[in-house]
């Protein structure tokens, strides 16, 4: 492959940002900021090990469900999931952290990059209970640089408009499972297990 090994070749071949897209970086959050933290249910951690392996996890909650702290502090709760931890492992490792935000049927993104630290103060996991369920930790991510991301991907990609989306097409989670993760489980187990006990079991109560 012809491989692009440095930044001249590589800034020769998509040429230099324009000025407001090099400065549109900021250290703290405004109000324009806040209101899209308050509106979005859904955003994208990604987190490195101290060797450099990446890893991207999905966080998801009904919107707002990111605390502002004040202009240079977030916190994000942790719900019930896996029990992998590979972003979190990380960020014991290496506390930088990029998220990406996102709210439904817009095509431009929120960015924050920073610093996190996994905690456990009951003060800020009593502020973030849903149906019951208090998160066992929070990230809270201290920022170092915010912005909005242009809307290209998202249009391209029609990532919103329904007459592009092919999910039927994919095989279900629960065959996904069957196939890669849990063969001697019956395909019939999985189905049920991914179907209302999966949704009964998204906010669980003590």
Known sequence: MDEITTEAELRELIGEPLPRAATKDRPSLDEVDRQWLA??????VATS????????????????????LDDRTIALPERAGNRRADGFRNILSNPHVGLIYLVPGRTDTFRVQGRARLVRDADLLDRMV?????PLLAMVVEIESVFFH?????MRSRLWDPASWDADDLPTRAQIAHAQEAAATPLAELERYYGEQ????????A
């Open 49 to 68: 090990s101290a060797d450099g392996s990446c890893d991207v996890s999905p966080k998801g909650d009904p919107p707002g469900f990111t605390v502002v």
């Open 150 to 154: 242009c809307a290209k991907a998202f």
């Open 130 to 134: 849903v149906r019951g369920n208090r």
């Open 198 to 205: 999966y949704a009964a079991g998204l906010y669980p109560t």
């Open 39 to 44: 509106a979005s249910p859904f955003c994208l």
